[in-house]
Structures are given as C-alpha cells and as structure tokens.
C-alpha cells in the first residue's frame, strides 16, 4: 500500500493561548503544525499538536523571526500555511509577505489596509467617515482642544494612548484612565500628556460585560465570507476593560453583517474579527474593535462550537475543497480558568455582581477550555500550580479586608508615576479595587 501523501504544514507564530487554540484546530483535524515562539516553557507550548521551534527573537519580531521562517521554508517540502497570533508577528508576515511567500502561504489583504487595522485611530476615522456607529471619539491636538472637547462629551469618558509604548507601560499599571467630569478629564489630560502626547478621549457605553459581543469570519481572495460566526462575552479580566475570561456562542444577525460590511469597505481578505458593545442609553450596538489578518484570544470557542476557522483557512489556501456548516452549537461556553477566576474573585464576587453560588452555577453546560482538553492535557497540567498560586492571592485579598486591600493596591502603584498623581489616577483607573475607584460606571 502506498504512503499517504503528507500534507503541507500549519506554521503557527506565537504558543501562547491564542496559539495553542490554532494549533489544536489544525492539529485534531490531521494537519501537520510547527509552532515558532521563544518561550517554548509556558504552558500552551506543551501541546501535542504541535512540532515547537525555538526562535530566540520571536518576541522582537523583526530580522531574527524573519531568518526563522526563512530557514524553515527552505527545508519544507511543500509550501506551508502561515497563521500569525499577534500584530507584531502580523506586521512581519505583511510588510516581507514576497519573500515569505515563497515558502508560505499567506492569507492578507493589500499592506495598507493591514496597517489601517493596526493604526487604532486611522481606523476610528476610517469607521466614522464611512458611518459605521462606535462611541463618539475624538482626536485632541493639544490642551487646547482637549478643553473644548471636555467640555461636550458625555460622561464617563476614556482616556488612552494611541499606541501604548514602553514608557506608558513602565509609567502605568493600566491601559486607559476613567474621567467622571470636565475638570478631571482636563486634569488627566495635563498630566497623561507628559507622558504620551498622542491621546484619544471616547465616550464610555455603559452596560454589564455581557453586552459585549463578537465575531470571527473569514473572507476567500474574492471577499466572500466563507464562515460566520457570533458570540458574546460574560466576563474581562480586568471587568469592563480587559481580555475575555468567559464567553459563549450565540448568533446574532446583525453583528455578522456588519462584520462583513466593516472588512468588505475595508477591502479586507483573511480571518477577521470584531467586538462590539450594545450602549445601554439607546439600545444600538457600536463597534469597539476590529481584529484582522490574524487569530483573536477566544477563538477556541469558535471552533468547538462548529466553525474551523483556521482549517477553512489552510484549506482555502491550498485550493482544497471547504465544508463549512450551515449552523453552530448554541450556548457553547469557553472558560479561560486562570483569567476568570481572578476577575471573579478580584471585581465580581466583591461588588456583588456574582455570589460564589451563581459563580459556579455560571459553568453549567457544554464547554471549552483555554488550557483543559481531554486529548491534550500536558498545557493544563503545566499551569495548574500557577492558577492555584492565583486563587490562593485573592482569596487572601479578600480575607484580609477592603482596608488592607486598599493599603495594597496603593503600594501595587506605589512609585510607578510622580507622586503628586497618585490619588487622582488611582481614582481613574479602571483596574483597582472599588474601594479606591471613584468613577460610578453604571
């Protein structure tokens, strides 16, 4: 009998959960896979699926990835399939996608509109002129124009860097700060300024982290969506601003087409991704972020509710023939364990959004894990002892008290930022205890 013909290889950038959700697609439906990162010790690289490689500059993503992929290309037999996790590895793959693709198949819309989707304000303008609806936002000059604008949009009111860099990142514990008036918005402002000169202010949509849903599509080289698929998240970690920690399958018609507008007036090709928030005030559902080009954290999920993203994908690419089911499995959950503990019992047992009864009772049903897999357990295993270090830190928290819990998260911020702004932005950040935050977001 002769030998089966081995298929072209997945070659996944990055073995972080992201990754290790690709690499499982790929892996239990038979297809070879490579996965490429520096740190081959977390626990998501100890997969099964996936043949590691070492690449000590993958993190840099510039010429040591770049030699990597290179290397690897030259010894493969066929050309593989690239699927990128993050924007940086994303931005390689774009910007040497003719010397890449020599070896690989690469699934990417024109280099500008790549760089449209990792330029967060070109695309907040890009989706107000082409009238997509998304939380007013502006785009100030300078303290100047930052006063006018304090002075009409509603509050609570974001305050964020363009593009956090590595001294916002050393200055700060958070992404974005929280205004509750004119006065501390223009306060913040003066001080963030110094610091970061490219600001956008955005107005906050109140509502439970439940009213945030997504998408994950994939559009063929003729722009045809292949796929749909909609969800919504549960719970962040942080709430209200973070990562997804909890979240569920559930169809929703309009997200999908507007999903597939949003990348179609963008001239987007590949896998895509989209986060939106239905603003309690007037009920209508507003764009908060787009993901394209590459895999977006929870997409484990969509997978295991029927929909095989990176499989439809890698098919596609290699002029295969693509089954894609007409439906999913509704109310499929997926649970990132250590993440959604901490925001669990970090912000929604103590401000009485959860009790640890409907916490667990939350569970019920079919699920999927970021780490847990029955046919894969080496990822989970390798992280229990670091949930349970986790779990055991914030129970602690919450034995000793709001009182020394306060103490804690002021030392936790302690020294990060000139003195003088220490109570104004633990106010303001969205990341602390309730005990310190002052901003009401309901």
């Not at 974005?176 to 963030?192: G, K, Q």
Request: glycine fraction near 8%; include cysteine; aromatic fraction near 12%.
């Amino acid at each position: 009998m002769a030998a089966k013909p081995r298929q072209p290889v997945g070659v996944v950038l990055g073995l972080g959960q992201n990754g290790l959700a690709t690499v499982r697609a790929l892996g239990r439906a038979g297809v070879p896979v490579i996965g490429i990162d520096s740190d081959l010790a977390q626990p998501s690289a100890r997969t099964r699926y996936a043949t590691p490689l070492l690449c000590p500059d993958f993190n840099a993503a510039g010429p040591g990835l770049l030699e990597c992929l290179l290397q690897l290309g030259r010894r493969l037999d066929d050309k593989g399939v690239l699927f990128a996790s993050g924007d940086l590895n994303l931005t390689l793959m774009s910007e040497h996608r003719e010397e890449l693709g020599r070896y690989f198949h690469i699934a990417l819309p024109p280099k500008d509109v790549v760089q449209l989707f990792l330029n967060k304000k070109a695309f907040y303008r890009f989706a107000m002129e082409k009238g997509f609806s998304i939380p007013a936002t502006y785009f100030p000059a300078g303290p100047a124009d930052l006063r006018q604008i304090a002075a009409k949009i509603a509050y609570p009111a974001l305050i964020k860097p363009f593009q956090p860099t590595a001294i916002w990142r050393r200055t700060f514990d958070t992404r974005l700060f929280v205004a509750d008036s004119p006065d501390t918005l223009v306060a913040l402002y003066d001080h963030l300024f110094q610091v970061h000169a490219d600001l956008i202010i955005q107005e906050y949509m109140p509502g439970k982290d439940s009213e945030l849903f997504w998408s994950a599509t994939y559009l063929d080289g003729d722009g045809k969506a292949l796929a749909v698929w909609t969800g919504r998240k549960l719970r962040q970690y942080p709430r209200r601003f973070g990562s997804t920690t909890f979240a569920e399958s559930e169809w929703e018609p309009w997200i999908a087409q507007e999903t597939v507008d949003i990348l179609h007036a963008a001239g987007h090709r590949g896998l895509g991704f989209a986060e939106f928030k239905r603003d309690r005030r007037d009920g209508r559902f507003k764009l908060t972020e787009v993901t394209a080009g590459r895999t977006w954290f929870p997409h484990g999920l969509v997978t295991r509710s029927g929909i095989n993203l990176p499989l439809i994908m890698y098919r596609d690419l290699l002029g295969l023939a693509v089954d894609v089911p007409t439906s999913y499995v509704q109310g499929m959950k997926w649970i990132h364990e250590e993440r959604d503990l901490k925001t669990v019992f970090l912000y929604f047992i103590p401000e009485g959004e959860l009790t640890l009864w409907s916490w667990l009772r939350s569970y019920r049903g079919r699920r999927v894990y970021a780490y847990a897999a029955w046919d894969d357990p080496r990822p989970f295993l390798t992280s229990v002892g670091r949930i349970a270090t986790a779990v055991g830190r914030r129970l602690r928290r919450r034995l000793w008290g709001a009182g020394e819990g306060a103490q804690r998260e002021r030392l936790r911020h302690a020294g990060k930022k000139p003195q003088q702004m220490e109570e104004m932005l633990l106010a303001a950040d969205p990341t602390v205890g309730h005990s310190l935050r002052r901003v009401n977001f309901e």
